[in-house]
Each structure stands twice: as C-alpha cells, then as structure tokens.
C-alpha cells in the first residue's frame, strides 16, 4: 500500500494562531536558529542578527529553554507516530481513524480564543470504555490520558492534545457544534483501503449506532441504525453531505443501507435551544448483509454493544 502523506509540518503549522503572539513566526524563527547553529555553530548574538529576533530568545532556545509552544506540539505528533501524517496500516494511524470516526460521532473540538488553542475531548457513556481508549491511546500513541467524570452529563470525558485536534482541522475535521454546520466526510477517507474505512466507521458506530440486537425468534436480528443529529433548518443539507458520504462508506464495505433520512417526527432541544431533527441511515437486516456488517464494522469503544455485536453473529452465522 502506497504510503500517502496526507498532512505534514507546514499543514498543521498553519492552525497555531498568529494574533498576540505570533506562533507560526515563532515556530519558523526557531528552527532558522537550530539550522544555522548546526551548520556553522554560530553564537546567539550573530544569529539573532542574521534572523533579526532577540539574542535572549535565541540564547534561550539554544539553551533548549522556552521552546515555542507550536514547536512542543508538532513535536509531540511526531512521537506520537502522527507527523508527517501517513495513509498507512500503522496502530498509531489505525487509532487516528477510530478517534477520527469518534470525533463525529461523540467528540468535539472547538476553538479557545482566550489562549488561542484547541480544546479535543471525546465522551463515553461507561467508564469501561474510556479506559480502553486510554489504554489503547498508550498503545498506539504513547501517550498519558485520563478519564473525567461529569456528573451533569452523567458520562466521562478524555481530554486530547490541542496538537492532535489541529492535525484532524489539518485533515479537514468540522470545527465546533457539529450539530450547527453542514459539512462533507474528507474526501481522503474514500481513497482508504476498506479495512481502513472499517476503523473510521467502527468509530463513528462506537458513538451514534443502534447497538446490535435479535428478535426473539434468535434466527434475525432488529433493526439497526446510524443517527447524527442536525439543526432543522440545516438538516437537508447535513442529509445530503455528510450521511450521505457516510452511507457511500459502508456501500464501499458492499454493506446495504438505506439513503439517510431527516426524521422530521422526531424534533429535539438543542443545549443551545434549537430544535434538531436525527438523520438516520439504517442497515439492511437481512442475515448476509448484517453478517457482514458485523465482521466488518466494529463498536470499538462500545463494551455493551461489542457483547451484544458477537452475540448476534454467532446466532446469525449458526442459522445460516
């Protein structure tokens, strides 16, 4: 598999702010001063000349002191497996997919404009299930996250990087109340092989997706759906971006579904006080299809549902 950068320094570099204190400029000036000292080991009073910035500040990266903040975390992302960020089989992309899908589905990032910085969290209903995002996340990442419980929300909240929220805008994530915009899937998604797509989807299914159930016959399964929730007065439009590129994914999976649905019998309250209509994509339930669904499409970050899921591909694959 070709091997296809999609985002590299310069496409996530652009994401750091350059109000108040300048970022990017920082992030630029400082690798000037890295590359002129390890070609003629000039000191910091001829580099800051040559570059025109302050000889403290020069000194003091020289000194590996106050390292610009977009320099930690461009850094941190190439720890993390993630910069430059490559189409690959690699656990650390394969994580990014399923955090990607669980983005859409049950995160969020938005915009600090106090501190010009990102705020990324992803929600989880059970604490089971954020503590296996976080033991994954090591895994994959290496990184160290923590699971916050809101008793408001009733759910447990992990935190990410602001580093890794900028790398998802970099890749063409929604920024914001997602329930407030229309937008499209990133186009690259569809250029995935489909094993790659699976993770993507398992995400996006961990958070927004009926948990599988069976009838009581134990020979058929229920009805099983993907529902995102829009505005009202957006909600045709989100209909036909993004649940529409959604339902293009799993056909690629050569998984029926239906074409989404804005289910305008079922208005809701916003937090914000807007109504919301759910748009909803249902899978075929026929036993071949919904066999297939479930060996392609996992719940990853969904215990109830994962027990669920094998319980009824046993039962399905034993009536065939």
Known sequence: MEEKILAGFKEVLQFYSTDKINQQKNALNYIRVKNIREKNLSGARKI?????????TVNNWLMGKKTP????GLKMLEVMGLLPLRISDSPAFRHFLITLG???SDGCIYEQKRNNSFTFY???SDKIDALKFIED????????????????????????????????????????DKTSQNFEMPKWIFDLPDYLKSEFLSG??????????????KKASESLRLSLSSEKNIANEFCNGFMRDVQKLI???????????????????SKNGKVTYPIVIRI??????MIKFLEKIKYAYCNRAIEKSNIVLEALKEGN
């Open 102 to 104: 669980l983005r859409y």
């Open 137 to 176: 996340s090591k895994k994959a990442w290496n990184i160290n996250l923590s699971a916050e419980y809101s008793p408001k929300a009733n759910a447990y909240y992990v935190y990410l990087p602001s580093s890794l929220a900028r790398l998802m805008l970099a890749v063409g994530s929604v920024k914001g």
């Open 69 to 72: 903040r977009a320099v930690k």
């Open 204 to 217: 996006l299914f961990s958070g927004d997706g009926d948990s599988p159930r069976l009838k009581s016959s």
């Open 122 to 124: 992803v929600c989880f």
């Open 48 to 56: 800051s000349r040559i570059i025109d910035i302050p000889e403290g």
């Open 284 to 289: 075929l339930t026929n036993k071949p299809n």
């Open 251 to 269: 056909t690629d999976l050569s998984i029926k579904s239906t074409q989404p649905k804005v289910m305008e019998n079922q208005p809701a309250l």
